[in-house]
């Protein structure tokens, strides 16, 4: 299998547009995501995942999700009017994924839930869970194409790390020799060379 043909398998390929990084505003103007955010974005998912370890033996990024104290449902558990329901209120505009934030009936604490299209591969319903936790790491508060092409990118870089330490153990290797907090300042310092600007902010 080809690294072209491996990206797909972990990205999916069903998803629309040519550049998952740009969108169309309501107004038809283009939106495009400035290289800045996206830099952001990495360090964020880089971040993320060294808390949890990921490059450890038994990460599972279902477990990543759930040890937030955030449910993970699949669509196949709910009628199709709950699902609709489910999108009204949802912080995503995508279909395929409902990520909602709600109050408890009972004690009022935030509540929150991740439901997906599981009628696709696991790579798939990988990237579509990876977009809506993204939703949530970013504390978007409302539904727009501004949130959904950084979810989006969130999700792209977090299986990107996923699938490389998977194939090639390159955090695990690093982290042997320099150590865990290296890892993360590492690649800080390389976003901060290209863009020759502070992104501890």
Same mark, same amino acid.
């Given at each position: 299998m080809s690294e072209t043909e491996s990206i797909k398998?972990?990205? *999916? +390929? &069903?998803?629309? *547009? +040519? &550049?998952?990084?740009?969108? &169309?505003?309501?107004d038809g103007t283009p939106y495009i995501l400035p290289p800045w955010r996206i830099n952001q974005i990495v360090l964020l998912v880089v971040r993320t995942l060294s808390e949890v370890e990921y490059y450890s033996d038994?990460?599972?990024?279902?477990?990543?999700?759930r040890d937030k104290n955030i449910k993970l449902k699949k669509f196949s558990a709910f009628s199709q009017e709950n699902i609709e329901q489910y999108k009204k209120?949802?912080?995503?505009?995508w279909?395929?994924?409902?990520?909602?934030?709600?109050?408890?009936?009972?004690?009022?604490e935030q509540r929150r839930m991740i439901a997906y299209n599981d009628s696709h591969s696991d790579s798939e319903c990988m990237h579509i869970v990876l977009h809506e936790y993204g939703h949530i790491v970013m504390h978007h508060t409302e539904q727009s194409i501004n949130a959904e092409?950084?979810?989006?990118?969130?999700?792209?870089a977090m299986s990107m790390f996923l699938m490389i330490e998977q194939i090639f153990?390159?955090?695990?290797?690093?982290?042997?020799?320099s150590g865990k907090e290296a890892l993360v300042k590492e690649i800080e310092d390389v976003i901060n060379s290209r863009e020759g600007g502070d992104m501890k902010k």
């Open positions: 398998q972990i990205l *999916g +390929n &069903n998803f629309p *547009g +040519n &550049n998952l990084l740009e969108a &169309n505003m309501e038994d990460f599972d990024y279902r477990k990543m999700i209120i949802s912080l995503s505009r279909n395929e994924g409902i990520c909602i934030i709600f109050p408890d009936s009972v004690t009022g092409v950084e979810a989006t990118c969130f999700a792209i153990h390159a955090a695990r290797n690093f982290i042997k020799t």
